[in-house]
């Protein structure tokens, strides 16, 4: 394969055990921010890797929070830069349903893919994150610098949201907006040695509503009554409830704020044509074997689509999503005579290329007003409008050629249901690669989640992952 410089493989191969030791480390730091858990040893743990790895600015980011971020500057006086989004963080594991600690890294044989690491976060960024550092050092250490500058700009706070990634950004924005790109590595090979590109990303906008006896000024104020003084007293809970209703028609499944659809762009036939071509991949699966976080297991009156027409619904449609209500008493125990002072939804609204996140909760906000219900509180905790990169550009021009030469295939996804911060960096005007390597796992966010060490004639290892990542740095750099 093209990127498989002798010089570096055999680096590689005299540091694997080294390398492996660092990503099982840290693997073995938990960092769970809807717990508060290890978040700031994780950033603490991350920086001594910039630091190690010679970055002349490292600083923590302070939040409120007490997630903190991470900004960490690599000056190699080169005439390209190149920005490293990373995410400390990883959704909760329960010990007792794994095959073996979720934060112990262990190394073991399963097959058929040989020695894997089963660990939270070895497929989901954290491990293939710890590749990427390896080969940004592998340069410097036979070549004596990177040809490009580097900013690293991390977060622990991603699977809640990012609520202060935006701050993060506007802080350092002015030496942000210099970069010719940003980037996150990944591990994102299929069985089959496939890579995925993604294109787009919907917008993404995390709200949390609340309903109190406080701010409506009626039902229990500082704490929870008893149930039975509800003939007499009114319920937030309720309130926050049929507000919630009031957004949606139970029969059409639409939403019914006013002008939710009016930034909604009508499929393009070129748009049509792309997405036909893509599915074509895919022939003789049902949508829901392709399409990511669903499964078949699901069930929906969209059963029926076509291939075409759910792709073209998943990608360029807006959705309302309630993640999780709560209120009162959730047990266990016996205390369910509850009439709750408070309850709450949080929520995340997603849109597609043509639609404004700031305007979308504007309307949401009057909506709620000209209903009746504005003493409903809405927190914006994050929002992130859509993006999309160009397959022409620099960025991912560097990345296709290693893989059209190499002979491995790839397919690049529009858009995906998907977003986040890094649509921030695309604001920015410049192309935006997320979650993209060689190698190959499997479960990410759920049980026993792992990464393949070594190669199979299909997908790539830990070592062909690090050779990637340098012959990517070397085509981005244009050398």
């Known amino acids: 394969m093209s990127f498989r410089d002798p010089k570096y493989q055999s680096y590689f191969e005299d540091n694997k055990e080294r390398n492996i030791k660092r ?55 080169a005439n390209k830069t190149l920005i490293n989004y990373c995410m400390l963080d990883t959704k909760p594991a329960n010990p007792a349903v794994w095959s073996s600690h979720p934060f112990e890294a262990k190394i073991v044989n399963r097959e058929p893919y040989g020695e894997v690491i089963i660990a939270r976060g070895a497929q989901g960024r954290k491990a293939p994150y710890i590749s990427w550092l390896n080969a940004l050092e592998a340069i410097i250490a036979l070549e004596g610098r990177l040809p490009v500058n580097i900013m690293f700009l991390a977060e622990s706070e991603e699977n809640v949201g990012s609520p202060n990634y935006g701050k993060f950004v506007e802080k350092y924005k002015d030496r942000l907006s210099k970069a010719q790109g ?216 560097a990345l296709t050629s290693i893989l059209d030469e190499s002979n491995i295939k790839w397919l690049a996804w529009p858009y995906v249901g998907g977003g986040g911060p890094w649509s921030l960096f695309a604001e920015l005007g410049m192309p935006v690669m997320f979650d993209v390597g060689l190698g190959h796992g499997g479960n990410a966010g759920g049980i026993d989640e792992f990464l393949v060490i070594n190669n199979s004639d299909k997908y790539a290892g830990i070592i062909d992952s690090e050779l990637f990542f340098v012959e990517f740095i070397k085509r981005f750099a244009g050398q």
């Not at 190690?52 to 929070?65: A, H, N």
Request: net charge negative; charged share 25%.
């Open 182 to 397: 940003a980037f996150c590595p990944g591990a994102t090979q299929t069985k089959d040695g496939k890579m995925r590109l993604t294109l787009g990303y919907k917008g993404l906008i995390n709200l949390r509503f609340t309903a109190s006896g406080e701010l409506w000024g009626k039902g229990p104020q500082k704490h929870a009554i008893h149930a039975a003084a509800h003939s007499l007293i009114e319920s937030p809970t309720w309130r926050l409830i049929q507000a919630m209703a009031t957004m949606r028609d139970p029969v059409t499944e639409k939403m019914t704020i006013k002008d939710f659809y009016l930034d909604e762009q009508p499929v393009s036939e070129e748009e049509i044509a792309e997405v036909k071509e893509f599915v074509a991949h895919f022939t003789g699966k049902h949508w829901k074997e392709f399409l990511p976080n669903i499964g078949t297991d699901v069930k929906s009156a969209n059963d029926d689509l076509d291939n075409v027409s759910a792709t073209l619904k998943y990608m360029y449609s807006p959705s309302f999503n309630i993640n999780g209500l709560a209120s009162g008493f959730t047990g266990p125990g016996t205390e369910v005579f509850r009439l709750p002072n408070e309850a709450w939804a949080l929520c995340d609204v997603r849109v597609p290329r043509g639609y404004s996140a700031k305007k979308t909760i504007q309307r949401i906000k009057e909506h709620l007003v000209e209903k009746g219900y504005g003493d409903i509180d809405i927190e914006v905790v994050a929002a992130y409008e859509p993006c999309q990169s160009k397959l022409d550009s620099e960025l991912f021009l």
């Open 23 to 77: 990503m099982r480390e840290f693997l073995c730091q938990p960092c769970i921010p809807s717990d508060n858990l290890g978040c700031k040893e994780s950033a603490e743990l991350m920086m001594q890797y910039y630091r190690q790895l010679g970055c002349q600015e490292v600083e923590m980011i302070e939040t409120e929070s007490g997630r903190p971020g991470i900004w960490a500057y690599l000056d190699c006086g």
